[in-house]
């Protein structure tokens, strides 16, 4: 199996190619277990986070353990939409994202006690991974319903060509299908 040798810091790992089509692959990144390849992450990332950001908000669960890194960080609050309605949800809002990675598509869930912690917040979105963007753009929906203001889309990888500036604390190759 090819791997792809990613370095953050003094962190090193090798990711093995997965296929997103059948035409490419792209190094698969999981910070979920890995807490030493998640603090070499938020390190870089929390330096791209701008002043007066109030909030993060992230998606379940992949951006979990990043969003929560960069909150201890940075010393502000952050909030998760989730994959699935949750029993404990009151008056969720729901949104739905256009498009996923891996041709899977969901809707996020805003509990409606975080939607009004959100009101009125400068948020910064932030997940692990972007590849088109449209989940972050669902998230960004979300807090603009909520009331928050974004003020900018982070992420700890970008592969291929977002629909959205992302800012990125490194870009991830998409190889074709015939080199991996």
Do not use: C
Not at 13 to 25: A, E
Not at 90 to 98: F, H, K, N, T
Not at 120 to 127: E, L
Not at 150 to 171: C, E, L, R, T
């Amino acid at each position: 199996m090819k791997t792809y040798r990613l370095s953050i810091g003094n962190v090193e790992r090798d990711l093995p190619y997965i296929d997103v089509s059948t035409n490419s692959g792209i190094p698969f990144v999981e910070l979920l277990g890995d807490v030493e390849l998640t603090n070499a992450v938020a390190d870089e990332l929390m330096k791209l986070i701008p002043q007066g950001t109030d909030l993060l908000f992230t998606v379940a669960t992949s951006g979990v353990p990043l969003g929560h890194a960069l909150s201890e960080r940075l010393g502000i609050p952050y909030r998760v939409a989730r994959k699935r309605r949750r029993t404990y949800m009151r008056d969720p809002l729901i949104q739905e994202v256009a498009s996923m990675t891996l041709g899977v598509s969901e809707t996020l869930w805003l509990d409606r006690r975080h939607a009004e912690f959100i009101a009125g917040k400068r948020v910064a979105i932030v997940t692990d991974v972007v590849v088109s963007g449209a989940t972050m753009l669902s998230l960004a929906r979300l807090v603009e319903r909520a009331g928050g203001t974004v003020n900018g889309y982070y992420a700890g990888f970008v592969q291929g060509q977002p629909s959205i500036d992302i800012k990125a604390v490194q870009q991830l190759p998409v190889t074709p299908q015939s080199t991996l």
